[in-house]
């Protein structure tokens, strides 16, 4: 799904236009901010979603991601503010590192008695980092063809070994009282990202949308001990990065205070993985767990990827005029 530059010695280094995609997160609803900076202040109530990803641990230069936010409505402001901290490790040990904070706002207004719609925009700090001085970084030129890695490299340190860069991205979430849908775009400027030379990221096209169906007309319970009424939630998120299109189908069942989800994710002549997801919410708290089976041709070699989420949501904050919460899944 996400193959943002594994460090290959110099074969990806001396590379100008070596391809990335973008951290591909399979809980997406557990992540809002990163899905849609629209989806900024869509609870209403402040809310801290926490995001860790093992994927491919299988493999020696595996990607592991951590990602924080922070969002809430503000009645004054007429939409939603957000906070977005992530940290992304690839290559053997970490030897290239990618650190981002963005801050964005959403505006928020009603179109119908039960339609609502918040369009967001982001604005994002990126720091590109490479450990040029690992033992890990290894190179062609040091292969002996019977000894292995013995000989020094001739390859050169780029000028800069750490890169800054600004980053922005919009979206925009529309909802009624059993559908949602979005539409995002990431990386408008497209920053150069290359150490030897330029290389810019590729634009990213998000659509997501879904619904959800009461599997019986009663209205949900919401006690801490009963179950509530079971919910089914279908879902559809394509993305498109770079020529390259990813297609992921979901389901939920959310009968509170369970929910667990599949998914399948594939590309246009590739399938790529099945997903599995179980979460629990409890009052103001949750936590998700969700594995990813892979099915392409490495399903061999990557032993899969895991993903971890938890979520705190606080109370709503007194309001003058009472907003709803565009609603979503939890996952």
């Not at 977005?84 to 990618?98: K, P």
């Not at 590729?202 to 001990?225: C, D, L, P, W, Y």
């Not at 990065?241 to 994710?265: A, I, K, S, T």
Request: glycine share 10%; aromatic share 14%; proline share 4%.
């Amino acid at each position: 799904m996400r193959l943002k530059g594994v460090l290959a010695g110099a074969l990806l280094l001396a590379s100008a236009t070596a391809g990335a995609q973008d951290i591909g997160f399979s809980q997406f609803y557990a992540n809002p901010l990163y899905l849609n900076p629209g989806l900024a202040g869509s609870a209403i109530a402040p809310r801290i979603s926490m995001t860790y990803r093992a994927q491919w641990p299988g493999l020696v230069s595996a990607f592991t991601t951590v990602s924080a936010s922070y969002d809430q409505y503000f009645e004054d402001l007429h939409g939603g503010v957000g906070v977005i901290v992530m940290n992304d490790r690839q290559g053997d040990h970490g030897i290239l590192r990618t650190t981002s904070v963005g801050a964005m706002y959403a505006f928020r207004f009603q179109l119908a008695r039960e339609i609502y719609i918040s369009a967001g925009l982001q604005a994002t700090l990126v720091n590109n980092a490479l450990d040029w001085n690992s033992e890990y970084l290894r190179f062609p030129d040091q292969i002996d063809p019977e000894l292995g890695f013995t000989y020094n490299t001739g390859a050169q340190a780029p000028a800069s070994t750490s890169m800054w860069a600004a980053d922005f991205n919009a979206g925009v979430v529309v909802s009624g009282s059993k559908w949602y849908a979005g539409l995002a775009a990431a990386h408008l400027t497209q920053p150069n990202q290359g150490f030897y030379s330029e290389d810019r990221v590729k634009m990213k096209f998000t659509v997501h949308g879904g619904g959800f169906i009461n599997v019986a007309e009663e209205e949900r319970r919401q006690s801490s001990i009963l179950l509530g009424t079971p919910i089914i939630s279908p879902n559809l998120v394509y993305q498109y990065q770079g020529g390259f299109h990813y297609f992921n189908y979901g389901l939920y069942l959310d009968w509170m205070p369970f929910l667990v989800g599949v998914w399948f994710r594939n590309g246009l002549n590739n399938a790529d993985a099945f997903i599995f997801q179980v979460g629990v919410q409890q009052d103001y708290f949750k936590v998700g767990y969700s594995y990813d089976v892979t099915v392409s041709k490495l399903a061999n070699s990557t032993a899969g990827s895991h993903e971890v989420t938890a979520g705190i949501m606080l109370p709503v904050p007194e309001q003058k005029k009472k907003v709803k919460a565009i609603r979503c899944p939890s996952f």
